[in-house]
C-alpha cells in the first residue's frame, strides 16, 4: 500500500501531467485565452474572459494513408512573439492603415509539422505548416469545433445541385438560425457563420483566411455541440455541361483533399469575436492574416463604382432607340454614369458569345463604344464565362487592353476545391500582369485574397440584389444579416441600388421589372454600409434620370475608405455604419422590417462647420418604400441626430467640411 505521502506525490504528478502539455496565449488586452493542448491528441479551446466559448476541439491533418500530424506528439521548440505593427492597404474597403497587433504561438513537433496560434484583441487564428520533403497527399484536415451547450448558429446550408456534387455551389445561401445540436447530420453549409454562445457572451464568425493550393473549408453538422470541418475532395476527372452557361462539373473525384508541397503553410482557421455585434463589421482579421501582396505597383488599380444593366435586364424607357444589347443602350449608360459619377459601365453578359469572346455581339461596335467611353471618361467592363475566359486568356486580355478595359467579371466557377483554387491565382496573376482588376462571381469568399492580389478588387459570394428576380428571399432581416457574416470574410458584390421598391406585401419576383423589399433609403444606404470597393448600381437608369438629386447623391458616394467605425448594430436586426473619406463623412444605416429611431452623438466629427445632406424615408415610405426626403443644412460635432428609418428602411448622411 502506498503512503500518504507518495500517493499525494503520484496524485500531483497526475494532475501536472496535463498541465505541462498544455500552452496557453493570450490576447494583448488579456482578455482572449487560448489553450493548446498537446496530450495525445492535439485541441484548441478558446476562453473569453474565463468564459468557454469553444471548448477544447481536436484538431488534426493526415496525410498520405497514414501519418495522422496530432497524435503522438512531441514537442521539439516552443516559441512566442508579440506583434504590433501597420497595414497600409492599397484597396481599403474598411480602413487605410489596420492595426495589426498579436501574440503568436507557435509548437514544432519532432514530427515535421508546426502548429501557429496568433490571438488579437478580436479573434484568434491557427494553421499548420508542414515541412515534409517531397510532395504530399493530404487525404483530410480534421476541425471539429466543439461549443457550449446551449450554442446556436447562423450558417448558410448548400443547397444540392441535381446535376452535380454538394460541393457545387454559387455560395449563396440565406441563413438560417438553430440550435448546434438540432443541425441535422450530415447538413453541409460554407463559411462563413456566426457562432451565438449562451448568456452575454461574445459572438464568433468562424472562416479561413489564405487559402492556396488548398480547398475551402465548408462544415457539417452532425445533432451534437460541435461541427465537423468538410472539404471537397480533388478532382480527378470533369466536364463541361451544356446548360446556358457552361462550366465544368467535377464527375469523379479523389480520395483525398489535396496534392501539394510537402513544407508549406496550409490555411488560418479563424474565429473573429465580437464583444458587442457591431465590433463584427468593421473587423479585418481575415485581411491581417492573408499573405501580402503579390502586386509591386499597384498604382493603376483604382476602385470605383459603375453600373450594370442584367438584374433589369435593360428594361430601358423614355429612349429614342429599341433597348437591349447595342451601341445605343450602351452610349446611354455611358451618358448616365458621367452624368451622376460613376468610373465604368459593365457590359454584361451577352456582348460576346459566351463561348467565344471574340465573337461580339453584331449589335455591338466595339471600337465605336470604347472610343465614346474614352471621350467622355468611363471606362468599360466587360462580363466573362470563366471556362471561356481560361481557354482564351491571354489572347482576351490583349483585346481588352485595346478596348481601354481595366476591369473585368468572370462568372460560374462555383467550386472551391483545390484546382479551382488555383484557378482563382491563375485568373489574378494574368490580370496582373496585364494591369487589369478582375471580380469573381459564381466565387467562394475573398478569405483575404485581396491582399495578396489587390487587383482580384471583390467578388460575390453573397445572395445579393439579383436574387429579386426569381425569389423573396433577399429581404431585409436577410440584408442585415451579411455584414455581420459574410462580410466578415472580405468585400461583397450585392450590387445594390434598385429603384422600384416595395413593402413585404406589394414585393412580386418579376424579370425585367426588377423590384427590392424594403424602401429606397434601405438601398441608397448600402452603398456605405456594405464594404466593396468596386460598387455596382443595379438600378434602372431611365428611372434615375427622372430623379437627379437622387442620383447624384448615390454617385457621390465613394467606395473606398479612411476609415470606419461601427457605432451600432444588432446581426440581423439594424446597423449605423461611419465612414470616412478625406475630410468627409458618411453615415448608413439599414433596418429589418421593424421601424427605428434612433440617435447617434457627432462627437466623432473634428472641430469645424460641416455642410450635411440626409436622404431619409419619407413619411409614407411604409406603404410606399420609394418615398424619401432629402434635407441639406449646416451642423457641428455638438449635435445628436435623429435616425429615423421605416419598416425595411434605411438612412443617408453626408458631412462635408466647410
Known amino acids: 500500500m502506498l503512503t500518504r505521502k507518495i500517493l499525494l506525490q503520484v496524485t500531483f504528478a497526475v494532475m501536472l501531467c496535463p498541465l505541462m502539455a498544455q500552452q496557453s496565449i493570450t490576447s494583448p488586452d488579456g482578455n482572449i485565452n487560448t489553450i493548446i493542448n498537446t496530450s495525445r491528441q492535439l485541441s484548441i479551446a478558446v476562453f473569453f474572459q474565463d468564459q468557454p466559448l469553444l471548448l477544447p476541439s481536436p484538431i488534426n491533418m493526415v496525410i498520405g494513408q497514414k501519418i495522422a500530424l496530432g497524435n503522438d506528439l512531441r514537442i521539439a521548440k516552443i516559441s512566442r512573439r508579440t506583434v504590433n505593427e501597420t497595414i497600409i492597404s492599397p484597396v481599403p474597403e474598411k480602413r487605410i492603415t489596420i492595426r495589426d497587433e498579436y501574440n503568436e504561438l507557435t509548437i514544432r513537433f519532432r514530427q515535421p509539422f508546426s502548429l501557429i496560434c496568433r490571438v488579437y484583441n478580436d479573434g484568434l487564428a491557427y494553421r499548420f505548416v508542414t515541412r515534409f520533403k517531397d510532395t504530399i497527399i493530404v487525404q483530410n484536415e480534421v476541425a471539429n469545433f466543439t461549443f457550449p451547450p446551449g450554442s446556436s448558429l447562423y450558417y448558410p446550408e448548400v443547397e444540392k445541385r441535381a ?119 468593421g473587423n479585418d482579421i481575415v485581411y491581417r492574416l492573408a499573405a501580402p501582396s503579390r502586386v509591386k505597383d499597384v498604382s493603376w488599380i483604382r476602385p470605383g463604382k459603375g453600373t450594370d444593366e442584367w438584374i433589369i435586364g435593360i428594361n430601358l424607357f423614355n429612349v429614342p432607340f429599341k433597348a437591349g444589347i447595342n451601341t445605343a443602350t450602351y452610349k446611354y449608360y455611358i451618358d448616365f454614369a458621367k452624368r451622376f459619377g460613376f468610373d465604368r459601365i459593365m457590359l454584361d453578359a451577352g456582348w460576346s458569345d459566351y463561348k467565344d ?37 491571354d489572347s482576351a486580355l490583349l483585346q481588352f487592353k485595346k478596348w481601354g478595359v481595366d476591369y473585368i467579371m468572370t462568372d460560374f466557377m462555383d467550386r472551391d476545391d483545390q484546382r479551382m483554387v488555383n484557378f482563382y491565382y491563375q485568373m489574378a496573376e494574368a490580370c496582373a500582369r496585364k494591369q487589369i482588376m478582375i471580380m469573381f462571381h459564381g466565387a467562394y469568399k475573398p478569405a483575404g485574397f485581396n491582399r495578396t492580389f489587390p487587383n482580384a478588387i471583390t467578388r460575390e459570394g453573397v445572395l445579393g440584389a439579383e436574387w ?150 419619407g413619411i409614407n415610405a411604409n406603404r410606399y418604400p420609394a418615398d424619401y426626403i432629402i434635407e441639406k443644412g449646416i451642423l457641428t460635432n455638438r449635435f445628436t441626430i435623429p435616425v429615423t428609418m421605416a419598416a425595411g428602411g434605411g438612412y443617408l448622411m453626408v458631412l462635408k467640411k466647410k
Not at 361 to 374: K, V
Open 163 to 281: 446535376d452535380a456534387d454538394s460541393f457545387h455551389t454559387s455560395f449563396e445561401s440565406v441563413y438560417q438560425y438553430r440550435p448546434i445540436d438540432s443541425i441535422a447530420n450530415n447538413t453541409l453549409f460554407f463559411n462563413p457563420v456566426m457562432v451565438v454562445s449562451p448568456g452575454d457572451r461574445p459572438k464568433m464568425v468562424i472562416t479561413e483566411s489564405d487559402i492556396e493550393d488548398y480547398p475551402g473549408m465548408f462544415h457539417r453538422g452532425n445533432e451534437s455541440n460541435h461541427l465537423q470541418a468538410a472539404f471537397a475532395r480533388y478532382p480527378l476527372k470533369e466536364t463541361i455541361n451544356e446548360s446556358e452557361y457552361p462550366q465544368y462539373l467535377v464527375t469523379e473525384r479523389a480520395p483525398y483533399i489535396a496534392k501539394t508541397f510537402g513544407s508549406r503553410a496550409f490555411p488560418w482557421r479563424v474565429l473573429a469575436i465580437g464583444v458587442r455585434d457591431a465590433d463584427l463589421p
Open 357 to 393: 469572346l471574340f465573337k461580339i455581339n453584331p449589335n455591338i461596335d466595339m471600337d465605336e463604344l470604347s472610343a465614346y467611353a474614352a471621350a467622355n471618361g468611363v471606362k468599360l467592363s466587360l462580363w466573362t464565362l470563366a471556362l471561356t475566359l481560361h481557354r482564351q486568356l
Open 468 to 617: 429579386n428576380i426569381w425569389s423573396s428571399k433577399a429581404t431585409p432581416g436577410h440584408d442585415l444579416l451579411l455584414p455581420f457574416i459574410r462580410m466578415v470574410g472580405g468585400p461583397m458584390d450585392y450590387e445594390p441600388g434598385l429603384l422600384d421598391n416595395a413593402t413585404r406585401e406589394q414585393f412580386r419576383p418579376i424579370s425585367e421589372k426588377v423590384m427590392s423589399m424594403g424602401t429606397r433609403c434601405h438601398q441608397l444606404a448600402m452603398f456605405v454600409v456594405y464594404d466593396n470597393p468596386m460598387q455596382i448600381f443595379s438600378g434602372n437608369p431611365s428611372q434615375g434620370w427622372k430623379e437627379p438629386a437622387f442620383m447624384s447623391l448615390l454617385g457621390s458616394i465613394p467606395s473606398t475608405w479612411d476609415e470606419t467605425v461601427i457605432p451600432h448594430g444588432e446581426a440581423g436586426e439594424f446597423i449605423i455604419t461611419v465612414r470616412k473619406k478625406g475630410d468627409d463623412w458618411y453615415i448608413g444605416g439599414i433596418t429589418n422590417w421593424k421601424e427605428r429611431a434612433l440617435s447617434l452623438a457627432l462627437d466623432f466629427l473634428p472641430p469645424g462647420s460641416y455642410d450635411y445632406t440626409i436622404c431619409r424615408d
